[in-house]
T-cell receptor
Framework: QKEVEQNSGPLSVPEGAIASLNCTYS??????FFWYRQYSGKSPELIMF????GDKEDGRFTAQLNKASQYVSLLIRDSQPSDSATYLC??????????FGKGNQVVVIP | DAGVIQSPRHEVTEMGQEVTLRCKPI?????LFWYRQTMMRGLELLIY????????DSGMPEDRFSAKMPNASFSTLKIQPSEPRDSAVYFC??????????????FGPGTRLTVL
């Protein structure tokens, strides 16, 4: 089983809609979770982190964590063309290292 | 503040040549990470330093890869000899790692390596 899995393929959403991304992880002991955004040809940049069960909102972004089910999700409300990117889920593992999922590509259609 | 600095940004070399990638972390950060990103495998951690000491090098693919961090402001990743399958984007990232486990990593712009 992979440490972090992001299984869904490219996601196309119309401008103004909600984009929903999901991520599952294998280590039940994981405590810290991150969402990174990566534009094509650029480096990953942190957009959200979450440590506690429940929802965390930051502007148009909401991260949701369910440790019992071992999943973390990211919602992007009022999607904009500038949100078109690949979103990487990351989980802190032993020795404070991050394990990344392979990412989900989001395309916002004007 | 300057972010993580990497050089070179692009490197094209021939199989068998030595390649050295360089990284300057954000000042004050105590952890440094080297990643490799490919379409097939995604973003993979190669090695992780904390306070200049290698903590986890389990991701280093083989003995052709080596990394050093001689001081808090500089690290190198060396591939010798290079092979075409090493072609990838190599990222350096740094963070201020605390006992609470907070681990917000900041990535450099990456080095795009092409081995012919």
């Amino acid at each position: 089983q992979k440490e972090v899995e992001q299984n869904s393929g490219p996601l196309s959403v119309p401008e103004g809609a909600i984009a929903s991304l999901n991520c599952t992880y294998s280590d039940r002991g994981s405590q810290s979770f991150f969402w990174y955004r990566q534009y094509s040809g650029k480096s990953p940049e942190l957009i959200m982190f979450i440590y506690s069960n429940g929802d965390k909102e930051d502007g148009r972004f909401t991260a949701q964590l369910n440790k019992a089910s071992q999943y973390v999700s990211l919602l992007i409300r009022d999607s904009q063309p500038s949100d078109s990117a690949t979103y990487l889920c990351a989980v802190v593992r032993g020795n404070n290292r991050l394990a990344f999922g392979k990412g989900n590509q989001v395309v916002v259609i004007p | 503040d300057a972010g993580v600095i990497q050089s070179p940004r692009h490197e094209v070399t021939e199989m068998g040549q030595e390649v050295t990638l360089r990284c300057k972390p954000i000042s004050g950060h105590n952890s440094l990470f080297w990643y490799r990103q490919t379409m097939m495998r995604g973003l993979e951690l190669l090695i992780y330093f904390n306070n200049n000491v290698p903590i986890d090098d389990s991701g280093m693919p083989e003995d052709r890869f080596s990394a050093k961090m001689p001081n808090a402001s500089f690290s190198t990743l060396k591939i010798q000899p290079s092979e075409p399958r090493d072609s990838a984007v190599y990222f350096c990232a740094s963070s201020l790692t605390s006992g609470t486990g907070g681990n917000e990593q900041f990535f450099g712009p990456g080095t795009r390596l092409t081995v012919l």
